[in-house]
């Protein structure tokens, strides 16, 4: 290094580069501020018109009609909360983790916080270092960067001078300086960071259905409430009487009841209390939901996208046998070997063979070249005893490459890498052992002789996880689609996929994959396994996937796979993935275990099954509210409730069942149209209960029961629609067991106790009605749960469980 690098730079020319924004800050902002998660949770058109009924119940007296404002604000609350996690989360991502980088400045090896760090900076990097800042190498010592976490690439990468180096890898051996050429926003990786902190929330099929319904309902309440306002009115004299009169507000209270009665909002708090209890159980079990509608995600993947290193296998080599290649012209190939295991200065490679070639410290070595990756090779010279000569332990390519044109060591190095190619082929790592009599490689000049003699070939494979062949064997019988995905030789992560059980031929090399979006999803929809993606690529590969129609699943544990991550609908990482990677994932495996995830694919269709059953209950009371509210309207009835009477009717067929049917076991499979499946349910239900009713209240009120007093007949109503809703629970139970038969036998006998106790009497104006009103409440009880019956026998037909 010479010239204005050799010092580095002055403190003016830092100081100048400071001001002009020249530094290796990156601004620490998502897509959405707390105000903005809070605005939209709590400012919007359903909460205005929940919000604004809750107040006027209060102003009006009327407070035990106003509980249901409990649950809206419990809604808002975790929605806010949800959002606010994963915020927080996205917040706390970094690719670097290094606080200080070494700097040359004024002459001087300064050490400095990473964020200080500014443009043209001259890098001091030693083994160990983190890199700071993209930068472009001045001087290298052997340098050689680990960049498996950015790029997929699990070998580790020489750099030599004019080679750029990426900020976030790891300098694993050697020394050197580097000039910075991007610092913050502009770097590696800020920009991989920039793309995962882009804020998302996980795709929800149960949430997505029940913002769809909310969304329907909110511009759906203003017109019902104008209608049932006009009925209230008429029932009472016409407009001019009810306001003279003060019977205003009680039509006010009427209005109330029917436009909250329609909204779910039970349901939506069920929802978020299935999803906490699944996340619960899951970190029990070692497994970390970063957002609570995680847990149903992967009951729904129908692809899982799996990235090899770390996932599929430990992420570290291990010795996997010896090829002989003829009889050795040299005994003591054994010692040799267990030299190069022994070497303190030797590589992870050569120490795999530590336990199966041991060094009795005899024979002690004249020379000795250490490996390096430029090289691709290491060597020893020994002098007497046994294994004298020289031994080269290297990549079969470089070490068996004719460099004399001796024709009678052609065959024998020409049969040595072909055995070599055929067994890396099947996927595994070949090294060979040669033998090269009275030559000395001195370590200052490290040059292969001319001739060499092969002696045998070692191969290595990569650890597969224990668990992997199980796990991946459970996603195939469920149906679910594999793709492996890496950074590496396709070939290689071919034969890995092949040793866990896929039936896959070769892999297809990502370098080659097209750029036209609709080739890329035939290729993707056509092939397993993919070698030397890049980070873009694997988003890429993801979103064809998704185009496809598929919900997607990604796991990885390095920064490469980070924007893959961010773009499935369930990223899964493992506790030893980088920070970053682990900031973006929706679902962290605490303990690294694959076989972790059979039991989340249980737990999300738990989840998926049971909000499902529930859904029918409250969805159901959704339906015929609004065809009461409209009926009822039409016809200038009066509503047949108070809102506190709804809250009644509601605990005992809706909100207490539900709570625990949610709870209980479900291992139905997964199957998309959940929001169908309910609405094809709760709607006709709804329809029976509204039809019941109308005819109950019409008997009433045309003469068939004699002055029925309002209080008589809304207390015939609520008996009216507790049975049918009973009733309702009932069949969405089905199939019944012990625990599903005792909840709705409780509810059963809680209504029969709970009426004709005086304090729940008085404070819901509930009385028994006539016997001749109860007589017609009976029957329309009777006859909605009939037809609820022949309604679930329909629909059992058309969607057989």
């Known amino acids: 290094m010479s010239g204005p690098a050799a010092a580095g730079l002055s403190g003016g020319e830092v100081s100048s580069r400071m001001r002009h924004g020249l530094a290796n800050r990156v601004p620490d902002t998502t897509s959405r501020s707390l105000w903005e998660i809070v605005r939209a949770n709590v400012l919007t058109l359903f909460n205005a018109i929940v919000g604004t009924s809750f107040v006027v119940l209060l102003l009006l007296g009327s407070w035990q009609d106003a509980l249901f404002g409990l649950a809206a604000v419990g809604n808002a609350v975790i929605g806010v909360v949800q959002e606010y996690r994963a915020k927080q989360s996205l917040d706390r991502l970094t690719v670097l983790e290094a606080p200080l980088a070494r700097v040359l400045r004024d002459g001087f090896v300064q050490e400095i916080p990473t964020a200080d760090v500014v443009l043209d900076d001259v890098l001091v990097l030693r083994a160990g270092d983190q890199v700071a800042a993209d930068a472009s190498i001045l001087e290298s010592g052997g340098l050689e960067t680990d960049e498996s976490l950015l790029t997929g690439e699990s070998d580790p990468v020489d750099k030599d001078a004019g080679t750029e180096v990426l900020s976030g890898s790891i300098v694993v051996a050697g020394r050197g300086t580097a000039r910075v050429i991007r610092v913050g926003a502009d770097s590696f990786s800020s920009r991989i960071a920039a793309d995962a902190k882009r804020f998302s929330l996980v795709n929800s099929e149960i949430r997505n259905s029940l913002n769809r319904i909310l969304g329907w309902l909110s511009w759906a309440l203003l017109p019902v409430a104008l209608i049932v306002a006009n009925g209230e009115m008429q029932s009472r004299g016409g407009w001019a009487q009810a306001i003279a009169s003060g019977a205003w507000t009680s039509v006010l209270v009427g209005v109330i009841a029917s436009v909250i009665a329609m909204i779910p909002l039970g349901l939506v708090l069920l929802t978020s209390v299935a999803f906490a209890v699944g996340g619960a159980r899951l970190a029990g079990n070692k497994v970390l939901i970063q957002e609570l509608a995680a847990v149903e995600g992967l009951a729904r993947v129908d692809v899982l996208c799996l990235d090899k290193t770390g996932t599929l296998t430990e992420g570290r080599i291990i010795f996997d046998g010896v090829h002989e290649l003829a009889e050795p012209a040299e005994s003591g190939w054994e010692h040799a070997l267990g030299w190069f295991a022994a070497d303190p200065e030797a590589n992870a490679t050569s120490r795999c063979l530590e336990a199966a070639f041991e060094h009795d410290g005899g024979n002690p070595a004249v020379a000795s070249v250490p490996f390096s990756s430029a090289r691709k090779w290491s060597s020893v010279t020994m002098n007497g005893g046994m294994g004298s000569g020289t031994w080269i332990l290297g990549a079969p390519e470089v070490v068996l490459t004719d460099r004399?044109?001796?024709?009678?060591?052609?065959?024998?190095?020409?049969?040595?890498?072909?055995?070599?190619?055929?067994?890396?082929?099947?996927?595994?790592?070949?090294?060979?052992?040669?033998?090269?009599?009275?030559?000395?490689?001195?370590?200052?000049?490290?040059?292969?002789?001319?001739?060499?003699?092969?002696?045998?070939?070692?191969?290595?494979?990569?650890?597969?996880?224990?668990?992997?062949?199980?796990?991946?064997?459970?996603?195939?019988?469920?149906?679910?689609?594999?793709?492996?995905?890496?950074?590496?030789?396709?070939?290689?992560?071919?034969?890995?996929?092949?040793?866990?059980?896929?039936?896959?031929?070769?892999?297809?090399?990502?370098?080659?994959?097209?750029?036209?979006?609709?080739?890329?999803?035939?290729?993707?929809?056509?092939?397993?396994?993919?070698?030397?993606?890049?980070?873009?690529?694997?988003?890429?590969?993801?979103?064809?996937?998704?185009?496809?129609?598929?919900?997607?699943?990604?796991?990885?544990?390095?920064?490469?796979?980070?924007?893959?991550?961010?773009?499935?609908?369930?990223?899964?990482?493992?506790?030893?993935?980088?920070?970053?990677?682990?900031?973006?994932?929706?679902?962290?495996?605490?303990?690294?275990?694959?076989?972790?995830?059979?039991?989340?694919?249980?737990?999300?269709?738990?989840?998926?099954?049971?909000?499902?059953?529930?859904?029918?209950?409250?969805?159901?009371?959704?339906?015929?509210?609004?065809?009461?509210?409209?009926s009822f309207g039409l016809l200038n009835l009066q509503f047949p409730f108070l809102p506190r009477q709804l809250s009644f009717t509601d605990g005992l067929t809706i909100g207490i069942p539900s709570f625990f049917l949610a709870l209980m076991a479900n291992t139905r499979r997964y199957r998309p149209g959940f929001l169908r499946r309910s609405l094809s349910f709760a709607v006709p239900a709804g329809l029976i209960v509204t039809a019941s009713l109308l005819g109950l209240n019409l008997y009433a009120q045309l003469g068939g029961a004699p002055a029925a007093a309002p209080e008589t007949l809304q207390s015939a109503s609520v008996l009216a629609l507790s049975v049918m809703g009973l009733w309702i629970l009932a069949v969405v139970s089905r199939p019944l067991d012990a625990k599903k038969l005792a909840v709705v036998l409780a509810m059963c006998a809680s209504l029969l106790i709970l009426i004709n106790l005086p304090l729940v009497q008085d404070f819901f104006h509930l009385v028994w009605p006539p016997s001749d009103l109860l007589r017609a409440a009976g029957a329309a009880a009777l006859g909605g749960g009939f037809a609820i019956e022949l309604l679930a026998w329909i629909h059992g037909r058309k969607f057989p469980r």
């Open 404 to 630: 004399s044109g001796d024709s009678d060591a052609a065959p024998a190095t020409g049969a040595a890498l072909g055995r070599a190619g055929r067994l890396a082929e099947s996927g595994l790592r070949t090294v060979v052992l040669a033998y090269a009599a009275g030559i000395t490689i001195a370590p200052d000049n490290p040059t292969l002789p001319a001739v060499v003699e092969p002696v045998v070939v070692l191969t290595f494979r990569e650890q597969i996880r224990p668990d992997a062949r199980q796990t991946l064997d459970y996603f195939r019988d469920e149906g679910v689609e594999l793709k492996i995905i890496s950074g590496d030789d396709p070939r290689t992560v071919a034969a890995i996929a092949r040793s866990v059980g896929l039936d896959v031929g070769e892999g297809c090399d990502a370098r080659n994959l097209p750029a036209n979006p609709r080739l890329l999803e035939e290729v993707m929809a056509n092939n397993t396994v993919f070698g030397r993606v890049s980070p873009h690529q694997k988003k890429d590969m993801v979103a064809a996937l998704q185009r496809r129609g598929h919900t997607v699943a990604m796991t990885g544990d390095g920064v490469n796979d980070v924007l893959a991550l961010k773009e499935a609908d369930l990223g899964i990482a493992m506790n030893s993935a980088a920070p970053a990677t682990k900031a973006v994932a929706r679902l962290v495996l605490l303990d690294g275990r694959f076989d972790r995830l059979p039991g989340v694919v249980a737990e999300g269709r738990r989840v998926i099954a049971n909000v499902e059953r529930v859904s029918k209950l409250f969805l159901s009371k959704t339906a015929y509210s609004i065809a009461i509210a409209l």
